[in-house]
């Protein structure tokens, strides 16, 4: 909801980003995704049947056919503001038409993610399509958080260290994550997640000077990351046991899955760290 607060300034900067490049990236964009599904389909499948050939690299097709798409969600608000017309109408209901509109994507959010899981993975129009719906989802909630970033010049920074951390993160995770992960941590770590919301959401509720919220936000955010990028690690070694379980025949692979569950981390590590680079820039 913080994330709102910056949306009032979408309309000014709208019109500059609207004049740049925005077609050209959005057929780049197009053009690789295109590239990307080709590579799924000649990869992932074998005599039109999901198999567990090659399950690294296509788990990791789908997250880079993820982002993709929420690059062109981006450049699709940048070009015509649709989005943008929606989140200013949620924000100049006051509070509780936030709250409200919040907690609706919330529970739609949750309803596809259960929808996900429990869908056969050999449906695979029906499994791919609430794929696509999630990230469709997460793109919109993502707007505000990519214009904090740009109001604050560090979305490119913040890209590169998710990266970065995405990179030594999952390679920690693949290859020593049974030497690091002793115990079932990802139980741990998700019961400090859901403390972290309830703390958030009331100190959003207690918090009223503009110094102290800033802070407040850091130190959440500093929290956040680590805890996303522990998960990650989790995750990481989760696909390598998946990986060498999946036997063609016998498993049928769940790429949408698999993938779903390492991209919402890497997102998630993505918006804490624009919030957190965004605040200190806002404090120089």
């Keep these: ?151 604050t010049d560090v979305v490119g920074l913040a890209g590169t260290l998710t990266i970065l951390i995405t990179t030594i993160v999952g390679l920690l995770g693949y290859y020593y994550g049974e030497k690091i992960i002793t115990f079932d941590w990802e139980y741990y770590l998700n019961i400090a997640l859901w403390c972290l919301i309830i703390v958030i959401i009331l100190g959003s509720f207690f918090i009223t000077e503009q110094s102290t919220m800033m802070t407040f936000y850091i130190i959440i955010s500093i929290i956040s990351l680590v805890i996303f990028a522990l998960l990650l690690l989790s995750n990481h070694k989760k696909l390598k046991e998946s990986s060498e379980k999946c036997i063609d025949g016998k498993v049928v692979p769940n790429y949408p899955v698999e993938s779903f569950g390492l991209f919402i981390k890497i997102l998630n590590i993505f918006s804490d760290l624009i919030r957190i680079l965004g605040t200190l820039n806002r404090r120089k």
């Design 1 to 151: 909801m913080k994330d709102m607060k910056n949306i009032n300034n979408m309309k000014n900067m709208n019109n500059i980003i609207k004049g740049s490049d925005t077609l050209l990236k959005l057929f780049c964009c197009l053009t690789i995704v295109v590239f990307i599904c080709i590579l799924i389909g000649n990869n992932a499948f074998k005599d039109g049947i999901l198999t567990c050939n090659n399950y690294v690299f296509n788990t990791y097709l789908y997250i880079i056919l993820a982002i993709l798409l929420i690059f062109i969600i981006v450049l699709v608000n940048d070009q015509t503001g649709i989005f943008n017309s929606f989140l200013l109408w949620i924000s100049q209901g006051g509070s509780f038409r936030v709250i409200i509109i919040f907690l609706i994507i919330i529970a739609i959010l949750f309803y596809l993610i259960f929808l996900l899981h429990t869908v056969s993975p050999q449906n695979i129009l029906a499994s791919n399509a609430i794929w696509c719906a999630l990230v469709l989802v997460l793109g919109i909630l993502l707007i505000p958080t990519i214009w904090y970033g740009r109001l």
